[in-house]
């Protein structure tokens, strides 16, 4: 079958989203399928045209980011010629050009899944918050065209206007996770290196973005060390997002505490990553959206409540 996958950012960039969409188009292509990813091109030196563990990747070039979108002039025309030359189209939403991909998959015949990753939820600014209803308006229009709705939970699912209203043609299929066994020494030896040996570790990890609540488990730290005076807050991910300044914003939070915090980046290797969860003590998610954190399952499968 010939597969046609439509999203905003793959990889290398990171998230949990494309975490998903990349592991799901790397298994269907090794099951023999022939599959295609158009997405856009976030950074200059991203090939035009790829191929990434048998899936070929094509990337547009974008005019210019909006909100934590891309705007992609081409994209029309690309996604039309595409989904012609494939048997059946996934999207993966939040997705700004979701519509259109719905409407010329109906204009040439083509079924359309479109797996839902969460409702969009901007800051309070006004700017903002009409994003916010645009961006549902848009997903609404996508999702009553599909031919399919994939979501993670059915929880999560009862719980979204978008979403609930669409529960005929609704599947809930937990996020694939493939995640290696940590080492214990290698943890501990970096716990060492760090200079945090008889400390208890709280771990959080992902970008630095307002819908993460960082900025919750920041103002938590002093009630969490006043009965618990070894806690310490470690930290791995990104924390200058372009689309969003939430870590300059949280920098007062961070600075009257930052003694007892450690930033660690994003760690892009899977063994490393799981060594990060195996020497918490602790791994906390106080994100105010996430459908279903894939670290969270990480953290577990490492051992780390």
């Known amino acids: 079958m010939n597969i046609l996958v439509v999203l905003t950012y793959y990889h290398p960039h990171w998230t949990g989203l494309t975490v998903h969409a990349v592991r799901v188009a790397e298994h269907l292509a090794e099951r023999g399928h022939r599959v295609t990813v158009l997405t856009t091109r976030h950074s200059p030196e991203l ?37 012609a030359e494939h048997d059946v189209v996934q999207i993966h939403t ?52 599909a031919d399919g709705i994939t979501s993670y939970s059915e929880d999560y699912a009862r719980h979204s206007k978008l979403l609930w209203p669409f529960r005929d043609k609704l599947t809930c299929i937990y996020p ?74 949280c920098q007062p939070l961070i600075e009257a505490q930052q003694e007892h915090i450690t930033f660690l980046g994003l760690i892009r290797d899977r063994r490393r990553l799981a060594n990060f969860y195996a020497m918490l003590d602790l791994f906390v998610l106080p994100s105010h959206t996430d459908m279903m954190a894939l670290t969270q399952v990480e953290a577990m499968l490492c051992g780390t409540p």
Not at 55 to 81: D, E, H, Y
Not at 232 to 238: D, K, N
Request: overall charge neutral; some cysteine; hydrophobic content about 50%.
């Open 47 to 83: 090939a035009r045209d790829e191929m990434i563990n048998g899936v070929r990747v094509v990337r547009l070039w974008p005019l210019t980011r909006f909100s934590r979108g891309m705007i992609t002039p081409a994209f029309p025309w690309a996604a039309a010629q595409l989904i």
């Open 176 to 249: 694939p996770v493939e995640f290696p066994q940590p080492d214990p020494a290698a943890a501990a030896t970096w716990k060492h290196d760090l200079g945090l040996e008889g400390k208890r570790l709280i771990g959080f990890a992902g970008r630095w973005v307002s819908e993460k609540g960082f900025d919750d488990l920041l103002r938590a730290l002093p009630f969490i060390r006043a009965e618990l005076p070894e806690a310490h807050l470690v930290f791995a991910g990104e924390r200058n997002v372009v689309y969003d300044d939430f870590y300059r914003v």
């Open 94 to 145: 939040p997705l700004p050009e979701a519509p259109i991909v719905a409407a010329l998959c109906r204009l040439l015949g083509r079924p359309l899944l479109m797996t839902h990753h969460g409702d969009v939820v901007m800051p309070d600014s006004l700017t903002e918050q009409l994003i916010e209803r645009a961006a549902f308006h848009i997903l609404r229009a996508a999702a009553s065209a």
